[in-house]
């Protein structure tokens, strides 16, 4: 861990890139090559092998020595027994950032070679990610990892996200991607041999770009020097750390991923309550909880919550899940089922909580105003509603109009309602979701249009009630963190 907060700048907008190792193997580091090209960043393949001249039309380098320019940051595509050489040759030029693409140190039982790798470190001043990692994507800076994978300004957001897990870092940009989340900053870390998660934490607290920080971490040198560093920065945003290594079997596991051992997860627990750093137990949770604090919905003030479904069952489904994990699911007052009985008769319906609204839910004004009208009930202080995309062909034919009418009426309708919301400063979150209820092409393209056109209006759709319980669960206990901090009790 660093003892000074490092200067991330040439890291995050390089100006000029150094990518050692490119070949025409396109698995291997050529692709940092083409990620970056057209991107306003200077490129220099490097390759000791004579017989490349030249790279996706660029010149290529024997050694990063015989570059004129000053390198921002470097990417690392050689064979494991090269990087300590690569390495050296900085000690005679300036490579203020560098990504070790490259794995099989400690992680696959060479530890004498990650050692090797860490004394050359020692003796030059360059910053290193990795070794064993895919690197960084910044939007912004119109870096990234992957060619495929979007890299301008217009699509950078507001979460930051660390990894240990490389496959893990693609999988969450790429999935909530597709949730209509994006990111400010991404780091693949791996080994961490040298810059760790400690370090990036300090930049974060004061980046005005990062609204929240993700982590999927298996191990740390340093735990409780790193929870010290989440507890500096919770106060101010959420942290979210998914931990791997949780069982017997994923603990062993991690020394053969990061070769690190993962610390004890009923320890970490502890730890985090200290911190304020929210625990994620798997992707799917953490998924959730990014995606609420990237667009930003209220934190629940208790864990009073109300349920407002279309169907019995939905509504029954869902008040077991709430009362299991722990919540409260108050019984709504008179005037506010008075409220509702003025526009919706008590026929194959039922207003307490949860309340089941029947087929009169379909009905987009009658449903979004019935939502409206338990938000303002003072026994609630979170609602789920839920909204079957899927089922939008069948119940356009009652209204008759098709089925994209529908789905717009009823986008406008929930867009009205959480704008109204805001506008008489109700404070009280509003959570959709959308369950699967089939399998088919057909319920997938409804499903991911409603979705897509939401998330264009800052409306997250959230797909399991069950994860969403355990997100929402988790952002009521920080936000009694924050309260405790607040009033000095932390």
Same mark, same amino acid.
């Given at each position: ?29 050529? $692709? ?32 990063? !020595? ?11 595509? !050689? ?98 991607? @597709? ?48 929870? $010290? ?88 489904? @869902? ?92 986008? $406008? ?51 399991? !009630? ?25």
């Amino acid at each position: 861990m660093s003892e000074h907060p490092v200067d991330f700048t040439p890291l995050f907008y390089p100006k000029t890139m150094a990518v050692i190792g490119a070949s025409t193997n396109p698995v291997g580091a050529v $692709k940092y090559v083409k990620a970056h090209l057209n991107t306003g960043i200077k490129i220099f393949p490097v390759n000791s092998n004579p017989k490349y001249t030249e790279l996706e039309g660029l010149p290529v380098f024997r050694s990063v !020595v015989d570059i004129k320019e000053d390198i921002d940051l470097a990417i690392i595509g !050689v064979p494991k027994e090269f990087v300590p050489g690569v390495i050296e040759d900085f000690q005679r030029k300036v490579v203020k950032f560098a990504i070790i693409f490259t794995s099989g140190f400690k992680e696959s039982g060479r530890d004498d070679l990650e050692k090797a790798v860490l004394a050359m470190m020692k003796t030059v001043k360059t910053r290193f990610i990795g070794p064993n990692c895919l690197g960084i994507y910044h939007p912004k800076g119109r870096v990234t990892y992957f060619p495929t994978f979007p890299a301008t300004p217009d699509v950078a957001g507001n979460v930051s996200f660390i990894s240990q897990s490389g496959g893990h870092t693609a999988k969450t940009n790429w999935y909530l991607y @597709t949730r209509g989340v994006r990111f400010a900053k991404t780091i693949s870390i791996g080994n961490a041999a040298d810059l760790t998660p400690h370090d990036f934490l300090p930049y974060f607290k004061d980046d005005p770009d990062t609204a929240v920080v993700g982590y999927y971490l298996e191990s740390s040198k340093d735990g409780r020097a790193f929870l $010290k560093r989440v507890r500096e920065i919770t106060p101010v945003k959420p942290v979210v750390i998914w931990k791997g290594g949780q069982g017997s079997v994923g603990y062993k596991a991690t020394a053969s991923h990061t070769g690190e051992l993962a610390g004890n997860f009923k320890l970490w627990l502890a730890m985090a309550k200290q911190s304020g750093a929210i625990i994620a137990e798997d992707f799917d949770v953490m998924a959730d909880l990014l995606a609420m604090f990237s667009f930003k919905i209220q934190l629940p003030r208790s864990n009073r919550i109300a349920i407002v479904a279309c169907g019995g069952g939905n509504a029954v489904e @869902t008040a077991d899940i709430f009362e299991a994990g722990g919540f409260k699911i108050p019984e709504l007052q008179d005037e506010t089922k008075k409220r509702i009985g003025k526009f919706i008769p008590e026929i194959n319906s039922a207003f307490t909580n949860p309340v089941d609204l029947g087929e009169y839910g379909y009905v987009p004004e009658y449903f979004a105003n019935a939502v409206s009208i338990v938000s303002r009930d003072p026994n609630i202080d979170a609602i789920v509603y839920i909204k079957e995309s899927s089922r939008f062909p069948m119940f356009s034919v009652n209204f008759l109009m098709s089925a994209e009418e529908y789905e717009l009426k009823t986008i $406008k309708t929930l867009v009205d309602l959480h704008e109204k919301n805001k506008k008489e400063g109700r404070d009280i979150p509003l959570y959709l979701n959308d369950p699967f209820i089939a399998e088919d092409l057909e319920s997938l393209r409804w499903r991911v249009s409603f979705r897509d056109k939401l998330a264009t209006k800052g409306i997250p759709v959230f797909n399991r !009630v069950d994860v969403l319980m355990k997100a929402i669960k988790k952002a009521e206990e920080y936000q009694r963190f924050l309260v405790d901090v607040k009033e000095g009790r932390k």
